[in-house]
């Protein structure tokens, strides 16, 4: 049973680029969190997913970020017209029931160059 | 004021040491969870508890609902188990509010 995937591990993106960032839940999963982390800062919570719904978006950027959890496929953050300060680590985790334990992918090292 | 604190902010120890590491938080929790990251970056699920005490080899969790604290314990520690170890609550919907974490060296 494989778990949290996401791809790619590293995404180099120029100013004003578009990132997509993608989140595989473990198997049985219907429920994904998409947290950030900023260089030498703690995590921080963006968004709330559950199979085509958002469910909390508070955490999110209002401008420029997005995220989908589609019926089929996986979860995609994407970032629009990227700037230097969205150089982070993007991690996604995802859990079987609201509450329940959160697993987590090996993150996505975003780089604006 | 930070809704998760932790301390120490760093650790280190020398193989073989009992380390404690405390989180206390001052929101009302569904469950409060220990996670462990690696240099690498990775992020791993050491516990998930709501009340009481857990163990895990040599890793014991407890958690204090009442006093809003909990603990993580590592007994006979070893130098793999350096790493950040990062306090996290579940607050409304799900969503996890983490402390700045705990970056702990072990000597060999």
């Known amino acids: 049973n494989a778990g949290v995937m996401q791809n790619p591990r590293h995404l180099v993106r120029r100013r004003g680029q578009e990132a997509r960032l993608r989140c595989s839940p473990m198997k049985g999963h219907s429920h994904v969190y998409w947290y950030r982390q900023l260089p030498e800062e703690g995590l921080k919570f963006m968004v709330y997913l559950q199979k085509e719904n958002i469910i909390d978006e508070s955490g999110m950027p209002k401008e420029r970020f997005s995220a989908e959890f589609p019926k089929e496929g996986p979860s995609i953050l994407r970032i629009q017209q990227v700037v230097r300060g969205d150089s982070a680590a993007y991690f996604c985790?995802?859990?079987?029931?609201?509450?329940?334990?959160?697993?987590f992918g090996p993150g996505t090292r975003l780089t604006v160059t | 004021k930070n809704e998760v604190e932790q301390s120490p902010q760093n650790l280190t120890a020398q193989e073989g040491e009992f380390i404690t590491i405390n989180c206390s938080y001052s929101?009302?929790?569904?469950?409060l969870h220990w996670l462990q990251q690696h240099p690498g970056g990775g992020i791993v699920s050491l516990f998930m508890?709501?009340?009481g005490k857990k163990k895990h080899g040599r890793l014991i969790a407890t958690i204090n609902i009442q006093e809003k604290h909990s603990s993580l314990h590592i007994t006979a520690s070893h130098p793999r188990d350096s790493a950040v170890y990062i306090c996290?609550?579940?607050?409304?919907?799900?969503?996890?509010?983490f402390g700045e974490g705990t970056q702990l060296t072990v000597n060999p």
């Open positions: 985790a995802s859990s079987l029931t609201r509450d329940s334990e959160q697993y």
């Open positions: 508890l709501s009340s």
């Open positions: 996290a609550v579940g607050t409304s919907g799900s969503r996890l509010t």
């Open positions: 929101v009302g929790i569904s469950a």
